[in-house]
């Protein structure tokens, strides 16, 4: 896997070339680069093409979120039952679950995104490194559970909640009506 810069803005030849040298491209990377699937014969061969900035290889660093990049360059590891996203490249998911089982990690749930397989899973405290090594792991960050964000919105702007006025027979008295302001 690696990152192929085009020399100037992406072009649709820029892509051609790509698939012509056996890529397979997963996401667009700014500036002016993609996330490309590619064995290393077609690496070179599109790192010779003159509309090619560069091709680099997808190195595990480049797969972690800040905090876990900080984790393992300091040899830190996560905490007991550490729960991770991890994001598979497309069509990995039977390779990858053999090799994260030999891991030690446990998938606790599986969904789809359009870069490939999210899976929330169990990692073993010693086994991050080793699990952005794996070929067939795109990204990983730390799981957060989804939660409501809208609830927290008016608190944190200091916004009162609307309280309706009404008039003693229950019509509301402080909303203007959009006929009454000519809209």
């Given at each position: 896997?690696?990152?192929?810069?085009?020399?100037?803005p992406?072009?649709?030849?820029?892509?051609r070339h790509?698939?012509?040298?056996g890529g397979r491209?997963?996401?667009?990377?700014?500036?002016?680069?993609?996330?490309?699937?590619?064995?290393?014969?077609?690496?070179?061969?599109?790192?010779?093409?003159?509309?090619?900035?560069s091709?680099?290889?997808?190195?595990?660093?480049?797969?972690?979120?800040?905090?876990?990049l900080?984790?393992?360059?300091?040899?830190?590891l996560l905490?007991?039952?550490?729960?991770?996203?991890?994001v598979l490249?497309?069509?990995?998911?039977?390779?990858?679950?053999r090799r994260?089982?030999k891991l030690?990690?446990?998938?606790?749930?599986q969904?789809?995104?359009?870069f490939?397989?999210?899976l929330?899973?169990r990692?073993?405290?010693d086994?991050?490194?080793?699990?952005?090594?794996?070929?067939?792991?795109?990204?990983?960050?730390?799981?957060?559970?989804?939660?409501?964000?809208n609830?927290?919105?008016?608190?944190?702007?200091g916004?009162?909640?609307?309280?309706?006025?009404?008039a003693?027979?229950?019509?509301?008295?402080n909303?203007?009506?959009?006929?009454?302001l000519?809209?």
């Amino acid at each position: 896997t690696y990152i192929a810069q085009a020399r100037g803005p992406v072009t649709a030849a820029f892509r051609r070339h790509i698939t012509s040298a056996g890529g397979r491209i997963v996401s667009y990377i700014p500036n002016n680069a993609y996330l490309v699937r590619l064995d290393s014969g077609g690496a070179d061969r599109l790192a010779n093409w003159p509309g090619t900035q560069s091709v680099l290889p997808f190195e595990p660093y480049y797969k972690l979120e800040m905090k876990l990049l900080e984790m393992a360059v300091a040899g830190q590891l996560l905490p007991d039952d550490a729960l991770l996203n991890v994001v598979l490249f497309p069509g990995s998911e039977p390779t990858a679950a053999r090799r994260l089982a030999k891991l030690g990690v446990v998938v606790l749930t599986q969904d789809r995104t359009p870069f490939g397989a999210k899976l929330v899973a169990r990692v073993p405290s010693d086994q991050l490194s080793a699990l952005a090594r794996l070929t067939e792991v795109q990204g990983l960050e730390r799981y957060r559970p989804r939660r409501l964000a809208n609830d927290l919105t008016r608190p944190r702007l200091g916004v009162e909640v609307f309280k309706a006025q009404t008039a003693a027979d229950g019509t509301v008295t402080n909303v203007l009506r959009e006929d009454y302001l000519g809209l």
